[in-house]
């Protein structure tokens, strides 16, 4: 939608592109970057997919099917942003695999917010931990920063709840990126939350209507939450958990990076605990400890580390590869992923050819279900059926 309100022309066939089986952001931005329109690149899809090895056709929704999502956003009460919209979050904007749409509802303005903190934690935190959650995140409300979190239970919940404690205009606000549809409330328990967030805040996904949250749309939820904040506290999480996916992808992405130090007795402070000793997370007793790195956080967004910044770089630059070049990536390229997820930094290193041939191919093979594109910038083998 525009910033007035009216309905972007294009979107049904962006949208379009963007629900295609096997597109996802990546895949949706070297499409749009090597085609003329959305449509052009739809009309492109089953060549391309066909040179990635794919033997039947892909799943292009209907254009019925797409209006009828937009309908239901617009019935919510909600909006759907582009890549291309003036009002999509100008820090999402900055990752290379920045989701190409955003569904929300609530104020638009809060996902564009100049200072941002995210918020994760353990679902199943201790008292202490929820109260310090909560605590902190009425302070960085009053500081007029607004809270970003993922409405789960636990150290989420309690966040969302510190940041709108607020009632006066000059403080900050609260966003929750879920994983599921607009239409879905998950858990169930915090519908009170989630209808409180729409009100005063934004709920924002990249998931279609309908879509019930599964463990595969969590990485993408917290993709959100890294992306939308200049900086990511962690409150209690234990080793392997999806909080420290978000702290991973905020320090891929070069947004500061907190830690709660906890006990050493409680697996649920083991994550957190080893992102300060791994990491170099910043220790967080207070909201001092944060407000100094993230005004540095501030002038630095938007700065990659060096693999990224040279995979933005060259997404957006013209492809001069040949068809004989592209024949030798594409013999190549499957030899070198792994069931592993692999950055593709490393590929490109590895077969010393230009990111833009490596991401060509990686469409391609992405196109016919054989590669996923994870958020974080790495690339891993699928299995026939789909799965890593």
């Not at 009460?77 to 509802?105: C, K, W």
């Not at 609260?174 to 994983?179: F, M, Y």
């Not at 490596?358 to 590669?371: D, F, H, K, Q, S």
């Amino acid at each position: 939608m525009n910033g007035d309100g009216r309905l972007n022309p294009d979107l049904p066939a962006l949208l379009r592109l963007a629900r295609t089986e096997n597109v996802g952001p990546v895949t949706w931005r070297r499409l749009m970057h090597d085609h003329p329109s959305a449509e052009e690149a739809l009309a492109a899809l089953p060549e391309r997919a066909r040179r990635g090895g794919r033997k039947g056709p892909l799943r292009i929704p209907e254009q019925a099917e797409i209006e009828r999502e937009i309908e239901g956003v617009l019935s919510l009460g909600g909006r759907i942003l582009t890549l291309f919209d003036p009002d999509y979050p100008p820090l999402l904007a900055e990752l290379p695999d920045s989701p190409p749409i955003l569904s929300m509802l609530g104020n638009p303005a809060c996902l564009s917010a100049p200072r941002s903190v995210g918020i994760v934690g353990a679902r199943n935190a201790s008292a202490a931990g929820m109260r310090f959650a909560e605590s902190l995140s009425t302070e960085l409300s009053h500081a007029g920063i607004t809270v970003v979190s993922g409405l789960a239970r636990g150290i989420d919940a309690a966040a969302h709840q510190g940041a709108l404690h607020g009632e006066f205009p000059e403080w900050g606000s609260s966003v929750a990126a879920i994983a599921g549809g607009l239409d879905v409330v998950y858990p169930a328990e915090n519908a009170a939350l989630q209808a409180l967030l729409a009100e005063k805040g934004a709920v924002v996904t990249e998931a279609p209507l309908g879509t019930q949250p599964q463990a595969r749309h969590f990485p993408r939820r917290n993709r959100l939450i890294a992306g939308l904040s200049l900086g990511t506290v962690v409150v209690e999480a234990a080793m392997n958990s999806g909080s420290l996916i978000t702290a991973q992808l905020a320090d891929r992405y070069s947004r500061a990076l907190f830690a709660v130090p906890g006990s050493p007795l409680d697996p649920r402070c083991r994550g957190s605990n080893d992102l300060l000793r791994s990491r170099n997370a910043h220790l967080v007793e207070t909201i001092d400890d944060i407000l100094p790195y993230l005004r540095h956080a501030h002038a630095a967004a938007g700065q990659m580390s060096p693999g990224f910044a040279e995979a933005q770089e060259e997404w957006g630059a013209p492809s001069l590869t040949g068809d004989a070049d592209l024949d030798r990536v594409r013999r190549m390229i499957p030899s070198l992923i792994s069931f592993t997820p692999v950055p593709v930094d490393d590929l490109v290193r590895r077969c010393q050819f230009s990111v833009s041939a490596v991401l060509t191919v990686l469409t391609e093979l992405e196109l016919a279900g054989r590669v996923e594109m994870l958020p974080g910038g790495a690339v891993v083998q699928l299995m026939p059926d789909g799965t890593g």
